[in-house]
């Protein structure tokens, strides 16, 4: 059975940091693209991040030079690392696992931003 479990989210203040990971289960981590999605209150789900299987990243425009995506083979982890946090990027955040789209989700982790 395939898991994703994300962690390390919480409240912090505007400027702060965090580090989410995302550990995974039953499935072959280093064959699979991996991302981070986010949902605000009344949006639709974003992508925030992706990582492909050879390291390759991708960013949205809202986070490039703030977030960086890493993954960790051995320990079938994704991460990603949010600095210079603003209100905006409140919301879930989600990983997942999948190839040219996703397969298999996380059932996310709260990220507030406020003072």
């Known amino acids: 059975q395939v898991q994703l479990v994300e962690s390390g989210g919480g409240l912090v203040q505007p400027g702060g940091s965090l580090r989410l990971s995302c550990a995974t289960s039953g499935l072959i981590f280093n064959i699979y693209n991996m991302g981070w999605y986010r949902q605000a209150p009344g949006k639709q789900r974003e992508l925030v991040a992706d990582?492909?299987?050879?390291?390759?990243?991708n960013y949205a425009d809202s986070v490039k030079g703030r977030f960086t995506i890493s993954r960790d083979n051995a320990a079938n982890t994704v991460y990603l690392q949010m600095n210079i946090l603003k209100p905006e990027d409140t919301a879930i955040y989600y990983c997942?696992?999948?190839?040219?789209?996703?397969?298999?989700w996380g059932q996310g982790t709260q990220v507030t931003v406020s003072s």
């Open positions: 997942n696992a999948g190839f040219s789209k996703p397969l298999y």
């Open positions: 990582i492909t299987r050879g390291g390759n990243t």
